[in-house]
Structures are given as structure tokens and as C-alpha cells.
């Protein structure tokens, strides 16, 4: 499976360099989410600009980053997603379940307001 992996302070922006998320590609992509997750990062925006088809076992993939992401208050953010892999998240009822939003920019400005209302939240619990 061919992708970057872009570090920032905050987050990481990992993006598949293929055309097709499928069975064949998934349990290396869940592997590498899992990694990036094991390298203490707590934020991960997905770059699906180059994804133009998605499996079931894609979406699993990515539901594996979600949740291990999401899991210690951090956050997972697909970005860029091409009309026929959104369709299928909007089939499956994903689009509920995922934070979509179009491009990096607004991916990352999301990770930012997410940073804020989490130490607001830790302040709050302090008082």
C-alpha cells in the first residue's frame, strides 16, 4: 500500500496513495492507523482525496482508526472524499459515525476547536 504520512505538533495526516480501498488493502491500512495511533499521536486526519472506491473492509479500516483515535479523547477526521466513497458512508449510515468535513484546512482548524473544548472541558472539571 503506497501513502504519506505528514507529522504536525498536533496531528498526523495520513494519505492512502491508492485508488482503491479494499480487502486487499485494508488490513495494511488498519496497521498502519494502529501505528501512527501507538506513536502517542491523538489526532488523525485521513486524506481520502486519492480514494476513488471503498469497500466494506475499507470502511471497516476505517472505523478501526475511529475508534482507536476517538478512544482517549482524541479525534479522526476523513477528509477529501471522493463522491462514490461517500455515497457509501452515506449508505452505511458512516456519516453519522465519522467526522467528514471537505478539505485539510477545515480537517485541521477542526482538530484545533477539538483541542480547545477538550482542555475548556478539563478546566471546567478542575472547578
Known sequence: MKYT??????????????????????????SELLTVHAEGYNNLIIDMSHVK???????????????????????FIVAGLQDHVMKLIKISMLDKVFHIVETLEEAAEAIFMHEIDAENEEEEEED
Open 5 to 30: 504520512v505528514d507529522k504536525k505538533e498536533q496531528f498526523v495526516i495520513f494519505t492512502p496513495m491508492e485508488e482503491k480501498l479494499d480487502s486487499a488493502l485494508s488490513p495494511k491500512l488498519k
Open 53 to 75: 472506491y471503498a469497500d466494506s473492509s475499507g470502511l471497516s479500516a476505517l472505523l478501526v482508526g475511529n475508534r482507536e483515535f476517538s478512544r482517549n479523547g482524541g479525534i
